[in-house]
DNA sequence: ACCACGGATGAAACTTACTTTCACGGAGCG
DNA sequence: CGCTCCGTGAAAGTAAGTTTCATCCGTGGT
C-alpha cells in the first residue's frame, strides 16, 4: 500500500514530471537516481528500455520498476508512453533557461530577471496544473461551512498563513493566524468539529505546524495541509491535503517560487469561498476597502 | 500501387499520423485495419499492448509489426512512444481564458483554478518583461551600498514588505520592517545618507507608505517605490521606481496578482543582492537553514 | 486444367523486455 | 548484542515483442 487514505487523491493531471519532482524526496536512493535521470530528460528516458533506464541510474530493474509504482503508475511501459506525452506536450522554452536552474555566476541582472520570472510562472502555472480541484472543492466546502479557521505557518510560510488569515477576515470569515506556537497551540484545543485548521509547509515537516495541526485534529477539527511534498509528515495529520509544485534550486534556497506557488493556492481557495456568497464577499471587500480609503491620496492618477 | 520501402527516409515531419494516413492505401488490407484503429485513436493506441492492438484490428502481433516497418518505425515499441507524444502534442491549448478576466458567476472550481492561475502566471511575466534592468542594477548597487535597508507597506504590501526584510536580513543585511507607522516614521527619521528605504503600494497611494518614505528622503536616505502605477503619488518620493504589471479584476479586488507581482520583484531584486557575494549569501543562507533545522521532523519519507 | 510463383498472413518459435520473488546486508532500535 | 525492518539487486518467472516459416490464395504462364 502506498499512503493513507487521504482525500489528497492519485492525481497528478498538471504534469508528471512536476508530480514526480514533489515525490523525489519521498524515494529511496536508488529510487532518486531514476527520478533525477527522468526529470531531467523525460524525453530520453521514454526512448530507454528498463534495461537500460537501471544501468544508466546505476541500479536494477527492480528498483525502476518500484519507482513507477512509487510515482503511481502500473508499471515500466505506462510511465515511458506518459513521460513520451509529458515531454511532448512541453515546448522547450525559447531561449536555454533551465527550468529549476540555478543562477550562473555570471549573470547579469536582465538574465537574472528573465530566469526568475521564467521558474516563478512555472512554479504558479505548474502548481495550478497539478491542483486536484475536487479536493479544493471539499476544502472550500469546508471553510465555508466552519465555524472558526486557524491558519498555521512558520517563517516564510507564516506570510502566506496570515495572508490567508487576512484575506478570509475580509470577506467576513471568522479566520486566525497565530505567528506564536504556544498561542497557535492553545488555540488548536479549543478547536472542534465543525472548525477547520490550514497547515502551511513548503517541505512538510515543520514540526511546529505539525504539532498545531495534530492538537487541531485531536479535537475533532478538519485539518488541510498544503505543502509541496504530497508524502511528507504534515500529510499523516491532515485530512486534505493540498500540493504546490515549486523546484527549488539549491541557490535560492530562501526561495519565492514556493512562497508564489503557496499563494496561487490561496488565492484560488479564496476565490473559491467568495463565490460561494458573491454578494456578500463583494459587499465585504467594498467595505473593508472603504475603511482604508482614507489612508489613501489622491486620485492615484494613472494620468496621461 | 505497391509499397515501397525505399528511399522514403524516416522523416515524417508533418505528424506521424498524417504521415501514416498517406501511407494508408500503399498498405496491405491487414495493415490498412491496423493503420486506421491508429488514425483515429493514437492516444489509444499507444495504450494498447501489440497483442492488443492486434486483436482490436482482428489480425496478428506479426501484422502490427509489419505495419510498424511500413511506416518507418523500428518496432512496436517506437510506434508506441511516437504515438503517445502525437497524441499530447494535438491537444487543445487551453481554452479562452480572457485576460484579467472576472470569474464567471457559473464558473466551477476547475475553471477558477485555471483563470487564477493564468492571470497570476502573466502578472509574474509581464512584470518581469517590463522590469527596467538598468533600475533593477542601481536598485540592488544601492542595497549592497547601503548601511541600513527599512521597507515600508500597509495592509496586503506589508507582507510583501516584511517578506523583502526577512530575505534580506537572512542573506546578512541590515534590513527592518515596522508594521507600526509611527514607529516606522521615527526609525525613518533616524535615516541618513547612504541607507535606502523602499516603499511598497500596489496602488502608489497609501499615505503612510508615502510619508515614511517621504521623510526618509528628506533625512538624505535613497527611497526606492515599488508600484503598479508608474506616475501614482509614491514615484515623486522616491528616486527608484520599479513597476508591477498586475490587473487587478473588480472582483478580486483584494487580489493575489498584485501580491506575486510584487515579490517576483523582490525575488529579482533579492537574488540581485545575493549574487553579489555568493559566497557569503551561500553561507548565510546555510547558517540559517540550520538554525531551524531542530524545527523539522523527519525525513520526509513515508511509505508502506 | 494444371502448375509454378509470389505476396499476404498467422501460428508458433524465439528473443527481449518487464515483473516478481527472494535472500542478503546494513541501519536503526531495544 | 541481537533483533527487525527496509532497501537492494540477482535471479527466476511471465509477458511482450520479433522472427521464422508453413500455409493460403490469387495470378499468370503452360
Redesign the pocket.
Known amino acids: 500500500m502506498v499512503k493513507s487514505p487521504k482525500i489528497s487523491a492519485s492525481h497528478e493531471p498538471g504534469g508528471l514530471i512536476v508530480h514526480i519532482s514533489g515525490l523525489l524526496p519521498s524515494?529511496?536512493?536508488?529510487?532518486?537516481?531514476v527520478a533525477r535521470l527522468v526529470v531531467s530528460d523525460p524525453a530520453d528516458a521514454a526512448r530507454?528500455?528498463?534495461?537500460?533506464?537501471?544501468t544508466a541510474?546505476?541500479?536494477?530493474?527492480?528498483?525502476?520498476?518500484?519507482f513507477?509504482?512509487s510515482v503511481g503508475?502500473?508499471?515500466?511501459?505506462?510511465?515511458?508512453i506518459r513521460l513520451a506525452a509529458e515531454a511532448a506536450r512541453r515546448v522547450e522554452p525559447p531561449d536555454a533557461r533551465v527550468v529549476g536552474g540555478d543562477i550562473p555566476p555570471g549573470a547579469d541582472l536582465a538574465q537574472i530577471i528573465a530566469t526568475i520570472a521564467f521558474n516563478d510562472a512555472r512554479a504558479v502555472e505548474e502548481t495550478a496544473e497539478q491542483l486536484d480541484p475536487a479536493v479544493c472543492e471539499q476544502v472550500v466546502e469546508a471553510i465555508v461551512g466552519a465555524g472558526r479557521i486557524e491558519v498555521y505557518g512558520a517563517g516564510a510560510s507564516g506570510f502566506v498563513a496570515s495572508d490567508f488569515q487576512q484575506k478570509l477576515h475580509r470577506i467576513g470569515r471568522m479566520a486566525f493566524y497565530f505567528p506564536d506556537v504556544h498561542t497557535a497551540l492553545t488555540s488548536a484545543a479549543l478547536l472542534g468539529k465543525g472548525d477547520i485548521a490550514v497547515g502551511i509547509s513548503h517541505s512538510g515537516t515543520t514540526s511546529d505546524v505539525i504539532e498545531v495541526l495534530e492538537q487541531a485534529r485531536s479535537r475533532g477539527a478538519g485539518t488541510v495541509a498544503l505543502t509541496n511534498f504530497p508524502r511528507s509528515p504534515i500529510t499523516d495529520v491532515a485530512d486534505f491535503v493540498l500540493t504546490t509544485a515549486a523546484r527549488e534550486t539549491t541557490y535560492r534556497s530562501g526561495a519565492m517560487a514556493s512562497r508564489l506557488a503557496q499563494l496561487t493556492v490561496i488565492d484560488c481557495l479564496f476565490v473559491g469561498v467568495a463565490a460561494r456568497n458573491r454578494a456578500r464577499a463583494r459587499r465585504a471587500l467594498e467595505v473593508t476597502a472603504d475603511a482604508v480609503r482614507a489612508r489613501r491620496v489622491g486620485p492615484g492618477r494613472r494620468r496621461g
Open positions: 524515494l529511496s536512493p536508488a529510487e532518486q537516481r530507454r528500455t528498463i534495461t537500460d533506464l537501471a541510474a546505476e541500479t536494477s530493474e527492480a528498483t525502476v520498476i518500484r513507477c509504482r503508475m502500473d508499471g515500466y511501459p505506462q510511465l515511458r
